[in-house]
């Protein structure tokens, strides 16, 4: 995405990189040279298992404060990045 062709967009975005492309060719190979990147949305029907099993106790429950789990959200891949340099520059 570039500034340059778009009005009003901000020249950040939050988004994870969850892959990444070798490079092909005889400079770039073997190395990463794009990145895979995605949004992450919460899920808006998720369960909270705020309840656990106590390991003593085979009929007892503790509440507990639990961590997200990385079930509890989406992940769309939009976008491929790369730096859009070439070798020269």
Known sequence: IKPDYTIGLNDEIDCLIVGGYF??????????????????????????????????????????QCKPDVHDYLYYTFCKIGSGYTHKE
């Open 23 to 64: 490079g092909t060719g005889r400079l770039r190979a073997g190395m990463l040279s794009h990145f895979l990147c995605c949004a992450v949305v919460k899920q808006a029907n998720t369960t909270n298992n705020s309840e656990q099993k106590n390991p003593d106790d085979e009929n007892a429950t503790t509440s507990t």
